[in-house]
């Protein structure tokens, strides 16, 4: 069982940056894939960018790359995602998510979400 927990949203201005933190609890954290999605008011939750447990591989939405930055501590059960660049499209609710499935993009696929966190860029 793994439970997770985001935080580090707030407001930004266009251009700024924000990390966001997803602290878990549970054993298993270091063998799990991590994933950041997000939800936009009136849209569907979309992938963001995920890491690996076995080689910390990174893959990421083409509407982020090159200005997001997904991590992990596997230490201190702690996945980040920096945010740079930022633009008023990013504005959403962000979710961390878990799942043992190598190289997941759905989230249908992950097993466990925290609550959310809310982001919202200024333009």
């Known amino acids: 069982q793994v439970q997770l927990a985001e935080s580090g949203g707030g407001l930004a201005q266009a251009g700024g940056s924000l990390r966001l933190s997803c602290a878990a609890s549970g054993r298993a954290f270091g063998s799990y894939t991590m994933g950041w999605f997000r939800q936009a008011p009136g849209k569907e939750r979309e992938f963001v960018a995920r890491i690996e447990w076995t080689d910390s591989s990174t893959y990421y939405a083409d509407s982020v790359r090159g200005r997001f930055t997904i991590s992990r501590d596997n230490a201190r059960n702690t996945v980040y995602l920096q945010m740079n660049s930022l633009k008023s499209e990013d504005t959403a609710i962000y979710y961390c998510?878990?799942?043992?499935?190598?190289?997941?993009?759905?989230?249908?696929?992950?097993?466990?979400w925290g609550q959310g966190t809310q982001v919202t860029v200024s333009s």
């Open positions: 998510a878990g799942t043992p499935t190598y190289g997941s993009l759905t989230a249908a696929v992950y097993r466990y």
